[in-house]
């Protein structure tokens, strides 16, 4: 499973509450290359949502290992942001990881403002006390500068769940 553009009208992808511009999509991993199945694949194997969410669950935390966790700080040593980054398009499915949040939880808090702006990107601010309108340029450069964007779309992720909270524009 990976958080995926909306506009790429994946055959199957199941949407993301308030989300406009991001849907979930199962995918089949084949090396660091992504396989969407069609709508008639994945009705043939039948696959039970408790599966999905099994296997979903294996392969995220297997990724959220493998990225690289970078604090910005400022002046006064305050965290800003976190960045998640890896050469493998690994961070669209890392960031659904069930533990995603335990990472964040003694530095950004147990609510966290994801953005994912690439397969190979994210951005985690606090949710509370957070000036993560002020980063639209990095957002944007990003979303950009990547043949595989996902989305400025920002996401709250909570114990609650995910849910989008708002989108970057240019201004």
Excluded: C
């Excluded at 991993?29 to 039970?48: C, K, M, N, Q, T």
């Excluded at 944007?140 to 524009?169: H, L």
């Amino acid at each position: 499973m990976i958080l995926e553009p909306k506009s790429m009208h994946r055959a199957v992808a199941w949407p993301i509450p308030g989300a406009q511009r991001t849907v979930l999509a199962p995918v089949v991993v084949a090396g660091d290359e992504y396989l969407f199945p069609s709508r008639e694949i994945w009705e043939r194997f039948h696959v039970e949502d408790a599966e999905i969410q099994r296997r979903a669950a294996i392969m995220s935390e297997t990724d959220l290992s493998a990225l690289r966790l970078r604090y910005e700080r400022d002046r006064k040593q305050v965290i800003q942001y976190a960045e998640l980054s890896s050469n493998r398009p690994i961070v669209a499915s890392a960031v659904l990881a069930p533990k995603f949040l335990e990472i964040f939880r003694d530095t950004l808090g147990d609510k966290v403002l994801l953005v994912v702006p690439n397969r190979f990107t994210a951005y985690v601010f606090p949710a509370l006390a957070s000036n993560y309108q002020d980063y639209y340029p990095m957002v944007f450069e990003a979303y950009r500068g990547t043949a595989w964007p996902i989305s400025v779309e920002v996401f709250e992720v909570s114990a609650a769940g995910m849910r989008a909270v708002g989108v970057y524009q240019s201004p």
